[in-house]
C-alpha cells in the first residue's frame, strides 16, 4: 500500500469516530493529506500510530455553564476545553466565545493549534475551548456573571504547567480579566501564569494585543521577500475588524501598503484613502459598534451591507475574521482581480476548494498555523515573563516576535523544499509541525 492509501484509510477511521463534526474533518484532511512525504522518510510514524495518536484528544471536557442575566433570567451555555496534544508542553490555546461553537469547531482549533505550536519552536501543547454564549448585546455584568460561571467549573482542569488558555473570538483582555479574577479567587493562588492576554498592570505582556496581526505582516513581508518583494505600495483588504484585523491594517499601513477594505459580519467598508485605524478602533473596541458606523463617520468611506469584502481588487489578501469565510468563488474574483498573494489571520478561513484555486493561478498562500502564530507565540513569551517575574519593554517583545515570525516562515520554506514542493507554504507548515510533534511524543513512549 502507498502511503497516501495509508493516510486515506486513517482518514476515514478519524471521520467515521467522530461524527458530524464536518470543521474538525476538513482541519484533519488538510494536514493529513500533505503528510505522505514525512511517512516516506519516516515510516516506522505508521507502526507507532503517530498520526491516528495525534488525531485523539489527549482529553475533552464538556460542562453546563449557568448564569442570570441583568432582569434575573437564567439561561444555560455548553462550555468546552479540548486538551489536545502535551508532548511539547502545556496544553496552549484560546477560549472562543460565539453562538457557533460545538464540539467539532473547538477540536479542529485544537488540531490546528497543536501544528501550529510546533512551528513557534516554544515549549507548548495545543488545546482550545469555549462556549456556545453570544457576548453580542450583553452588558459587561452579563459578561462578568458568564466569564466567573465558566471558570468555576473549567479551573479544576487548569494551571500554568498543565493548560494555559488565553483569547479567541469573543474572548479580549475584559473577559480574560473576569476569568483570571474568578481562578485568584477560587484557588487562592495569584497564578499568573495560568492564562494569556492578561493586562498590562496584572501580569500581562507588551505586543500581546498586537501580536496576530503584527505576526501575520511580518510573515507576509517574508513571503514577499522570498519573491523579490514588499508590502511598500501595496493594495490590500482584510476581512474582518476585530483585534487581529486592526492590527493587521495597522502594521500593513507602517509597511507602506495600502489597506482598502475591512468588514463585519453584517457588511464592508471600502476607504480608498485607506482605512483609518484610529477611527476603527474608537467604532468596534470603544463603542463596540458596527461596522456602518465607520462609513458613516469617514467622508472618503463607503459602506456596502451584505456581499463580500473579496469582491473588492487588491494585491494581498489577509482574511482575519472566521473559518471558511473565503470559498472557491472568492478565490477566482480574487486572483481575477489581480490578487498574488493570501495569507490567514484566522484560522482556516480559506476553504479546500479555494486553496486550489489559488494554487492553480500561482497565487502565494500561507496558511493560518503558520501565518498567525504570532499570538500564540507572543502569548508564550507572557508565560516566560510570568515565570521570571519580569517584564519586557514594547520594543524587545515587538523585536523577538518579528524574530520568531522570521524562524517560522523560514521552518515552513525550507520543510517545503525538503518534502518535495518548494513554496508550498501548506505542506511545509504541516510537515516540520508535525515532525516536532511526532519526535517528542516518540521520545516520551506510548502515553
Ligand atoms: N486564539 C489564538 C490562536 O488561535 C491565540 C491562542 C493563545 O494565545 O494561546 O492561536
Given at each position: 500500500m502507498t502511503h497516501a492509501a495509508d493516510i486515506d484509510r486513517i482518514h476515514e477511521e478519524v471521520t467515521r469516530r467522530n461524527p458530524g463534526e464536518a470543521e474538525f474533518h476538513q482541519a484533519t484532511r488538510e494536514v493529513l493529506s500533505t503528510l505522505a512525504p514525512v511517512l516516506a522518510k519516516r515510516p516506522h510514524y505508521l507502526d507507532l500510530k503517530m498520526i491516528e495518536r495525534i488525531c485523539e484528544p489527549e482529553r475533552q471536557i464538556i460542562f453546563r455553564v449557568p448564569w442570570q442575566d441583568d432582569r434575573g433570567q437564567v439561561h444555560i451555555n455548553r462550555g468546552f476545553r479540548v486538551e489536545f496534544n502535551s508532548a511539547l508542553g502545556p496544553y496552549k490555546g484560546g477560549l472562543r466565545f460565539h453562538p457557533s461553537v460545538n464540539l467539532g469547531i473547538v477540536k479542529f482549533l485544537g488540531f490546528e493549534q497543536i501544528f501550529k505550536n510546533a512551528l513557534t519552536g516554544m515549549p507548548i501543547g495545543g488545546g482550545k475551548g469555549g462556549a456556545?454564549?453570544?457576548?453580542?448585546?450583553?452588558s459587561d455584568a452579563e459578561v462578568m456573571r458568564f466569564c466567573q460561571s465558566f471558570m468555576t467549573e473549567l479551573y479544576r482542569h487548569l494551571g500554568e504547567y498543565t493548560d494555559v488558555p488565553a483569547g479567541d473570538i469573543g474572548v479580549g483582555g475584559r473577559e480574560i480579566g473576569y476569568m483570571f479574577g474568578q481562578y485568584k479567587r477560587i484557588?487562592?493562588?495569584?497564578?499568573?501564569?495560568?492564562?494569556?492576554?492578561?493586562?498590562l498592570a496584572w501580569g500581562g505582556a507588551q505586543v500581546r494585543p498586537e501580536a496576530t496581526g503584527y505576526g501575520l505582516i511580518f510573515f507576509v513581508e517574508q513571503m514577499l521577500a522570498a519573491r523579490?518583494?514588499?508590502?511598500?505600495?501595496r493594495r490590500v483588504v482584510v476581512s474582518g475588524s476585530g483585534n487581529v484585523a486592526v492590527h493587521a491594517i495597522a502594521k500593513a499601513q507602517q509597511y507602506g501598503?495600502?489597506?482598502?477594505a475591512c468588514s463585519d459580519s453584517a457588511g464592508y467598508v471600502v476607504d480608498e484613502s485607506g482605512i483609518d485605524v484610529d477611527l476603527l478602533r474608537q467604532v468596534k473596541?470603544?463603542?463596540?459598534?458596527?461596522?456602518?458606523v465607520y462609513a458613516e463617520r469617514s467622508p472618503s468611506a463607503r459602506y456596502v451591507g451584505?456581499?463580500?469584502?473579496?469582491d473588492v481588487p487588491c494585491e494581498v489578501a489577509l482574511?482575519?475574521?472566521?473559518?471558511?469565510?473565503?470559498d472557491e468563488a472568492a478565490a477566482a474574483e480574487l486572483v481575477g482581480n489581480g490578487c498574488r498573494l493570501v495569507a490567514e489571520?484566522?484560522?482556516?478561513?480559506?476553504t479546500a476548494a479555494a486553496v486550489e484555486v489559488l494554487r492553480s493561478a500561482g497565487a502565494a498562500f500561507g496558511p493560518g498555523k503558520a501565518a498567525n502564530a504570532g499570538g500564540v507565540a507572543t502569548s508564550a513569551l507572557e508565560m516566560q515573563q510570568n515565570a521570571s517575574r519580569d517584564s519586557w519593554t514594547f520594543e524587545r517583545s515587538e523585536a523577538k516576535l518579528a524574530e520568531i515570525m522570521r524562524d517560522i516562515h523560514a521552518r515552513c520554506f525550507e520543510a517545503a523544499e525538503e518534502y518535495g514542493r518548494p513554496g508550498d507554504y501548506v505542506l511545509g507548515a504541516n510537515c516540520a509541525g508535525f515532525v516536532r510533534v511526532a519526535d517528542a511524543m516518540h521520545d516520551l513512549g506510548v502515553v
Open positions: 456556545d454564549f453570544d457576548p453580542k448585546g450583553r484557588t487562592n493562588r495569584y497564578e499568573s501564569g495560568v492564562l494569556t492576554g492578561k493586562g523579490g518583494g514588499s508590502l511598500d505600495g501598503a495600502r489597506v482598502v473596541e470603544v463603542e463596540r459598534a458596527r461596522l456602518s451584505g456581499g463580500s469584502v473579496w482574511p482575519c475574521a472566521t473559518q471558511n469565510e473565503l489571520g484566522a484560522n482556516m478561513p480559506t
